[in-house]
T-cell receptor, first 117, second 112 residues
């Protein structure tokens, strides 16, 4: 149980285009999902917190107009990278939060590799 | 704010040898602590966690960690390394059971 999927697993796009990444909780409902960004050989940096039915909360320094987040249902959150540029190339990982064993655990998706040419 | 520091960005061990990965945390209140493993081009998998109770925590794949409040540490160990343990390991902390803060990560290589 507690499986999180991401689609696509990798994507290559041209500079200036927009790319949508989906994060789904397959066997549980998640009112909260998180989006992280990971550069090569670096740690995960939290970009934003996605809450079902409300606006996402972005971390300091993350452009909300560039990284659009929509949490339309209890099992799906999407991250859209708008007008992508080469510096947006990164590994994007989502997680979904669920209450287990008296605390809220995060389950992580497999990640999406974005390359912007 | 809470944070974790992983000492050593790279650890190399021989197959069969002890694996020791160090993590120290900074927190004003009792934290929840986690160790995750990441294989190349994959997401994170939870190895083990400390929330409350027993300070020695056993996880998957033979790993364990001990929460030491006096030392503000949560070091990860495995008695005997296996080739399949080669991966990136992240220590993480949360205070409010909400956002996770990750350490910089430690790359483990296992020599045959």
């Amino acid at each position: 149980g507690a499986v999180v999927s991401q689609h696509p697993s990798w994507v290559i796009c041209k500079s200036g285009t927009s790319v949508k990444i989906e994060c789904r909780s397959l066997d549980f409902q998640a009112t909260t999902m998180f989006w992280y960004r990971q550069f090569p050989k670096q740690s995960l940096m939290l970009m934003a917190t996605s809450n079902e039915g409300s606006k996402a909360t972005y971390e300091q320094g993350v452009e909300k107009d560039k990284f659009l987040i929509n949490h339309a249902s209890l099992t799906l959150s999407t991250l859209t990278v708008t007008s992508a540029h080469p510096e947006d190339s990164s590994f994007y990982i989502c997680s979904a939060r669920v209450y287990l064993d008296s605390y809220n655990e995060q389950f992580f998706g497999p990640g999406t590799r974005l390359t912007v040419l | 704010a809470q944070s974790v520091t992983q000492l050593g960005s790279h650890v190399s061990v021989s197959e069969g040898a002890l694996v020791l990965l160090r993590c120290n945390y900074s927190s004003s209140v009792p934290p929840y602590l986690f160790w995750y493993v990441q294989y190349p081009n994959q997401g994170l998998q939870l190895l083990l966690k400390y929330t409350t109770g027993a300070t020695l925590v056993k996880g998957i794949n033979g790993f364990e960690a001990e929460f030491k409040k006096s030392e503000t540490s949560f070091h990860l160990t495995k008695p005997s390394a296996h080739m399949s343990d080669a991966a990136e390991y992240f220590c993480a902390v949360t205070l409010n059971d909400y956002k996770l803060s990750f350490g910089a990560g430690t790359t483990v290589t296992v020599r045959a």
